[in-house]
């Protein structure tokens, strides 16, 4: 993908089953955005295929756009209206696209419900808090009960209650309705708890593709052990975790207290990866010496 005479994305490919929960990670200007903007058939791509809900998003008619959900990362709508009445009147652009099964719209009343706007239903928009009406974005884009939803930083500005429920909407929404859910987050605790699969995107280019466990061991097979004895704390860096517990407790039987077995976390693996593609060592296919160094040195200046 170019912007006048730079690329922003270059090789850009990736697949997502139906049900998947994944999310787009990088820096700031990484492409996340243009990624998902081709997708959502809002922006032209220079070269490339791309096939979402098995049409060019370029060719997308009325009907493939109600099967798509959208959740951008602002979103304004006239002051006076109403809660309520705004969703009725969206909910009612997709009800000639329901079927047997998938009911379209999600009737009002329980859409408020899924995200905590009941007490709210009566209320101009001029009047919600940011939370709230970052709760309305969320309601707008499922409200047409969407077989892929495209959410752009969704819990930015919600507390961590609304968080939390936001979370279990998602599982529910995959879960229970097979909804295929696409992220954009810099929260990685939240791409981690919510997804499936995570893509970093670094340079316009995909650097990493897999489950934060699958990240995580590619950057580093090590595992951190910690534990006590007598009140001194010992720390050990392992590539078979569950041998070196198995030895430890044979060795010292009953005195070992404080036992914690750590692995890279997301944001650990996620700055080794970058640091990587930074430094040009993701050319290698093998994590480098290097990388894991990186990671090693991050957890030490926690
Ligand atoms: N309309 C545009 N014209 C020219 N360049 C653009 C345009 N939109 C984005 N870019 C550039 O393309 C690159 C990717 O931008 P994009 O918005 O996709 O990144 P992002 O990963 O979403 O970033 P952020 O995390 O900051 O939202 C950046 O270098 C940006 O400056």
Redesign the pocket.
């Known amino acids: 993908?170019r912007?006048?005479s730079?690329d922003?994305?270059d090789g850009v490919d990736f697949t997502v089953h139906r049900g998947e929960v994944i999310a787009?990670l990088?820096?700031?200007?990484?492409?996340?955005?243009?990624?998902?903007?081709i997708l959502e058939g809002f922006?032209a791509r220079s070269a490339g295929d791309v096939t979402v809900l098995g049409v060019d998003p370029l060719n997308g008619g009325e009907d493939w756009r109600a099967r798509i959900g959208i959740v951008l990362?602002s979103w304004r709508d006239h002051v006076r209206w109403k809660v309520r009445d705004l969703l009725d009147h969206l909910g009612r652009y997709y009800a000639p696209y329901s079927a047997p099964d998938r009911q379209r719209p999600i009737q009002v009343d329980e859409l408020m419900d899924m995200v905590g706007l009941r007490e709210q239903a009566s209320r101009c928009l001029g009047q919600l808090s940011g939370g709230q009406r970052r709760r309305l974005d969320v309601a707008i884009g499922v409200v047409g009960r969407p077989e892929l939803l495209f959410l752009?930083?969704p819990t930015a500005g919600l507390d961590p209650h609304a968080r939390r429920d936001f979370h279990d909407l998602v599982h529910r929404l995959s879960d229970l309705e097979g909804t295929t859910v696409v992220l954009?987050t810099?929260d990685l605790d939240e791409a981690e708890k919510l997804t499936d699969r995570i893509l970093i995107?670094a340079g316009?280019r995909i650097v990493a593709d897999g489950s934060a466990d699958q990240l995580a061991r590619n950057v580093s097979s090590q595992a951190e052990v910690r534990w006590s004895v007598g009140g001194q704390h010992f720390v050990h860096a392992t590539d078979d975790a569950t041998e070196f517990v198995r030895d430890l407790l044979l060795t010292e039987r009953d005195e070992v207290r404080d036992l914690e077995v750590r692995r890279a976390s997301l944001e650990d693996t996620y700055m080794a990866l970058v640091h990587r593609y930074e430094t040009g060592l993701d050319q290698d296919q093998n994590p480098s010496p290097g990388a894991a160094t990186a990671l090693t040195n991050l957890k030490r200046a926690r």
Do not use: S
């Open positions: 993908m912007y006048g730079t922003v994305l787009l990088g820096p700031n200007g990484a492409g996340k955005t243009t990624t998902v903007e922006r990362q752009d930083e954009t810099h995107l316009g």
